[in-house]
């Protein structure tokens, strides 16, 4: 991300500190001292704060981070971060500080450190793209209402009021045995008396014994709501449905707070294995984040969180093991064994969500294998591979990308390390999505100038209105798909050669192409003379998205050779920011193999869907459960091929396939820019040796 320090001066180098901040993975070096606000400004970090570092307003509260982060090459100490002062002492005195939290204009960076900034501290938005899809499902809940009368009390014939309200739910009902926890013990005798012994009861069904939820006198017509929650690496999505029908009635989403731990799944695991109580804290983290979803999702659809009485989880292995307090210890090395790989039901209170019914269940989807996890098998329930008559490859994009293909005859799974880049991480000017990011991009191929649109604003770069209405929130970045679109259209105005390398302005012929040290870089938006800052994608951002792509590549392509077939019949991109995706563009980089392009098709969240279906049908975690059992795993990291189809992918859109179907209908220019010329031909073939 951005490299920057502060003016340094007289200032010894030594002194300085480096200082990484998430989820944004801004870093920089800046001198110890600096407060936290400070470095978040110079750094171009979105922190918010409205009283000008005086410490009353509390907008610019940060979480910092300690322990040793391998993936960033730093260990942060408990003293690299000044001490309370008194002014956070007061603040927290009358308003209170949540625990963990600093107040940004207060502490001061004094060694190197991890810090992130939670969703409440930034001044835009993180915009978390997993909306629900509608989707049919035959609804058959595991949790429902049922009304019964329960048999006096009789001295001459002693029993407990749970003994006999079991015996009429297994009379009347057929449903036996049963199970009640305390919380609904507690309940039992007032709603049995009140109720003159017709109580109306929420029970799960799921597994035998059964389970009594809760309890209410007489008849008792409220809905019942569960949880469908997608736990990605980077974002975490939740959806409110109602157990009756099915609708849902609002969706949410928050980043994932175990960025600060690791941006993907191996350095969280890397954290894990280098810290004492490293699997605890990002297991604390994530639980706090959804005990929070859930209480702001329910409060938004204005749903009592006792009504909550399920939930169904679907996510990737390593979040599987940390979301149940497991050490993911395990899954970073072969050969990548699962605590447990079948469906998980627990209640809500073992697992550590507060924010439901005390008694609510909790079902986790089963895991394919390995890297392969829930979220890969919710996606093979929401768009059945094993059903289709056509072999259709299914990529779920993210930052570890799950890749089925197959039809009826059989289906493979993989995974492969796509990483951040596609987020928006690990790019220069990339952030995640959020107003202001640069989201679609278009570059004209006689021109040489772009045009582009930004999240929150329908018009486009050079229509009349722009300006004006992106005034609020500026242009602030690059995010994800704009990061695509941009690689992609360089590529087809022949500003990027086939090799991944930008041309100079004198092979380009536009002066968009600046030189950056040896390499050069293609300007998007320079706002530097109004006070703003420089939005271009360097050669860096285009070598990360060249290895994000070729490991994606080289996931389908694994399975295409296990599969025994060189070409498949449809392509369907999963996944919020699969959603998001052009297909052409995604095939002119080479993310995916070649196909006609009204082959290609967007399923949106399907693991958020799959994770709906589990929710509302006793029949689809049934089938899942099947599924997944007859499910080939192809493992990439101990695969010799994967290595073969990574390095033949690195090329734009590949070195060898020939992409027959995109050519008929995209020029791709082939421009030679290493072969001379441009300015500083000579360094940049020395570059390229080194």
Request: glycine share 10%; net charge negative; proline share 6%.
């Amino acid at each position: 991300m951005n490299n920057q320090s502060l003016p340094q001066s007289d200032a010894d180098p030594a002194a300085d500190a480096l200082v990484i901040f998430t989820p944004s993975g801004k870093r920089g070096r800046v001198p110890t001292g600096t407060s936290v606000l400070d470095a978040a400004r110079l750094l171009d970090v979105d922190l918010d704060s409205v009283c000008g570092g005086r410490g009353i307003c509390s907008k610019c509260q940060v979480t910092p981070s300690f322990g040793e982060f391998s993936k960033h090459g730093v260990h942060a100490r408990e003293n690299a971060l000044s001490e309370w002062n008194a002014v956070e002492a007061r603040y927290h005195e009358k308003r209170g500080l949540a625990q963990g939290r600093r107040l940004g204009c207060q502490a001061c960076i004094l060694g190197d450190m991890v810090i992130d900034v939670p969703a409440t501290s930034q001044v835009h938005k993180q915009v978390v793209r997993k909306a629900a899809s509608q989707r049919a499902v035959t609804m058959d809940p595991a949790t429902r209402l049922v009304l019964i009368d329960v048999a006096e009390p009789d001295m001459h014939e002693p029993s407990g009021d749970y003994e006999r309200l079991a015996t009429a739910l297994d009379e009347q009902w057929q449903i036996g045995p049963v199970t009640a926890p305390l919380s609904v013990l507690r309940k039992l005798q007032p709603a049995l008396r009140r109720g003159k012994w017709q109580v109306t009861v929420a029970v799960n069904i799921a597994d035998t014994p059964a389970r009594v939820i809760d309890i209410w006198p007489g008849y008792h017509e409220g809905p019942l709501w569960g949880l469908a929650i997608d736990l990605g690496s980077t974002t975490i999505a939740a959806h409110l449905c109602d157990l009756k029908t099915g609708q849902v009635a609002t969706s949410a989403g928050v980043m994932n707070p175990q960025i600060r731990f690791g941006e993907d799944l191996m350095s969280r695991v890397s954290y894990a294995m280098m810290n004492a109580d490293g699997a605890q804290a990002m297991t604390a983290a994530v639980l706090d984040a959804l005990n929070t979803l859930a209480t702001e999702i329910c409060a938004e659809a204005e749903v009592a969180p006792r009504d909550v009485v399920e939930a169904v989880f679907v996510c990737n292995p390593v979040m599987h093991h940390l979301l149940l307090g497991i050490d993911p210890v395990e899954l970073g090395q072969a050969p990548f064994a699962l605590a447990t790989s079948g469906a998980v039901t627990l209640s809500a209170t073992e697992l550590g969500l507060t924010a439901v019914n005390p008694a609510a269940q909790t079902y986790l989807l089963p895991c394919i294998a390995g890297h392969v996890g829930a979220d890969a098998a919710a996606v093979a329930l929401s768009e059945a591979p094993d059903k289709s008559d056509e072999l259709v490859l299914i990529v779920d994009v993210g930052t570890n990308a799950e890749i089925l293909l197959g039809n009826r005859d059989r289906v493979l799974a993989c995974s492969s390390p796509t990483g951040p880049a596609f987020e928006g991480a690990q790019i220069s000017s990339g952030q995640r999505a959020a107003p202001g990011a640069i989201e679609r991009v278009e570059i004209n191929p006689v021109t040489k100038e772009p045009r582009f649109r930004v999240i929150g604003c329908e018009l486009w770069s050079d229509d009349p209105g722009f300006a004006e209405a992106t005034a609020a929130t500026g242009i602030t970045g690059i995010c994800g798909s704009g990061i695509i679109e941009a690689v992609a259209e360089m590529r087809m105005a022949g500003l990027l050669d086939a090799s991944g390398l930008i041309g100079g302005p004198e092979q380009t012929g536009t002066p968009r192409s600046i030189a950056e040290g040896r390499t050069y870089s293609y300007v998007l938006q320079d706002d530097r003379p109004a006070g703003g800052s420089l939005i271009a994608v360097t050669q860096g951002d285009i070598r990360a998205i060249q290895l994000a792509k070729s490991a994606l590549y080289a996931g389908a392509r694994l399975l295409m050779d296990e599969m025994g077939v060189d070409t498949v019949d449809r392509v369907t991109l999963a996944g919020a920011f699969g959603a998001h995706i052009s297909p052409k563009h995604a095939m002119v980089l080479g993310m995916i193999p070649d196909a006609p392009l009204d082959k290609v098709t967007s399923a949106g969240n399907a693991a958020g869907t799959g994770a709906r279906m589990a929710l509302c049908s006793r029949a689809a975690r049934a089938e899942i459960e099947q599924t997944v059992s007859n499910i080939t795993k192809v493992e990439t990291a101990i695969e010799p091929r994967f290595q073969e189809h990574f390095v033949a992918a690195n090329a734009i859109p590949h070195a060898t396939a020939p992409f027959a179907h995109l050519r008929s209908v995209v020029p791709l220019p082939q421009p030679g820019f290493n072969a001379g010329g441009g300015g500083q031909p000579g360094t940049r073939r020395r570059r390229r040796r080194g």
